[in-house]
């Protein structure tokens, strides 16, 4: 059983950074891939990035290619999501989730990830 914990949202202005983080209660390894989502204010849950453990390769979102970085660090069973440059349209609850299992095919799919943090708030004032 792996519980995740986000933290890190806050307010900042158009333009400005944060850092969330994503804290695991369990060892999340390497081999658990680890998901970053979001959700807009009236819209559906939508894929962020992700880091897919069986090929080792990070994947991104159209919407945050060139400005946010996933990493992690093992020894403290914690990724962050680096978020640069950041605009309006990125305000939304940010949520982590995790998975043992997860195949290439749902990496940007909810249903592909088991265990869920209860998300962080970003707002982005213009």
């Known amino acids: 059983q792996v519980q995740l914990v986000e933290s890190g949202g806050g307010l900042v202005q158009t333009g400005g950074s944060l850092r969330l983080s994503c804290a695991a209660s369990?060892?999340?390894?390497?081999?658990?891939?680890i998901g970053w989502f979001r959700q807009r204010p009236g819209k559906e849950r939508e894929f962020v990035t992700t880091?897919?453990?069986?090929?080792?390769?990070?994947y991104v979102a159209d919407s945050g290619k060139g400005r946010f970085t996933m990493s992690r660090d093992n020894t403290r069973n914690t990724v962050y999501l680096q978020m640069n440059n950041l605009n309006p349209e990125d305000t939304a609850v940010y949520y982590c989730?995790?998975?043992?299992?997860?195949?290439?095919?749902?990496?940007?799919?909810?249903?592909?990830?088991?265990?869920w943090g209860q998300g962080t708030q970003v707002t982005v004032s213009s």
């Open positions: 989730a995790a998975s043992g299992s997860i195949i290439l095919s749902e990496i940007r799919a909810q249903r592909g990830y088991r265990y």
């Open positions: 369990g060892p999340i390894s390497r081999t658990y891939t």
């Open positions: 880091d897919f453990r069986s090929n080792g390769r990070t």
